[in-house]
């Protein structure tokens, strides 16, 4: 197996620290697109961006009525919060990944008229979809301290690493499926698919001692992992560190992977879409 010389390694790392100082030097624009992006969406409504959380609000009571009779939940209070706050997040992890697929496909234009390094794209998306969790987030979080009344002060004592993770999560994993859906099409009807059976495999209605012998099927499942940090830390206000620093060095080591495999595609990406 060859190794790379220490020159090649030195080249590589210029280029993702040039890719990270290029995407800092951009900051105000991909925030000021993504911000009006949000405000374009709810222009001329009455309630505006509350309609992100009202929408989650009521899929909670919904399904926490449906589910909490189905599984004949002793401690309603207690599920509620569970099923709002893990349907909140799986939300933001799921829209995320579902609207990378053909991101640089919507941004075409953009891409063949103009010298931007893709990463504006991938950063445009990604505050976009920060900012529509954190609406979500905040409403979802005040209406459930109703029924646990600790939940904003565990978001600040213990909840930041785990929320730190979901945001880094957010940025590098959608950012490889980009480039896959760039490459390969299937993954537009793929990624769907495969979203609408990892959230019924993930325990989000239910709790994970429901799957029985099939537990070990959360164990492994990714999204799942990122989840399950926040949702442990904001309703038991305790910080699970072991976890939180692998998912964390995981989150580097993606970052890294990502950032690196975009240097490589920028010059085909034009010629893929």
Known sequence: MIQPSPHSRQILRATLFSTLKEAWRMRRAW????????????ARTFFGSFWLGLSNLLSIAVLALVYGTVFNVQDFSTYVVYLGIG????????????????????????????NL???????????FQVQTFLQSFVLVLL????????????????A????????LFLLWAPMIVCLLGARYRDFYQLVPIVLQLVFLLSPILYRKDNLGSMAWTANLNPLYRVLSPLRHSLMTGELQWPICLLLLMINGVGI??????????RPNIPFLI
């Open 256 to 265: 890294c992977v990502a950032l690196r495999w975009l240097n490589r595609e």
């Open 117 to 127: 390094n893709p990463i504006f794209y991938v950063l445009e998306e990604w505050a």
């Open 143 to 158: 209406a459930l301290s109703y029924f646990q009344h600790n939940l904003l002060l565990n978001l600040l004592v213990c």
């Open 160 to 167: 930041w690493l785990p929320l730190l993770n979901l945001f």
């Open 87 to 114: 349907l909140v997040v799986w939300n933001g992890i799921s829209s995320s990944i579902a609207s990378s697929p053909n991101l640089f496909e919507h941004n075409h234009a953009q891409v063949h008229n103009t």
């Open 31 to 42: 925030w000021f697109t993504a911000t009006a992006r949000t405000q374009a969406r709810f």
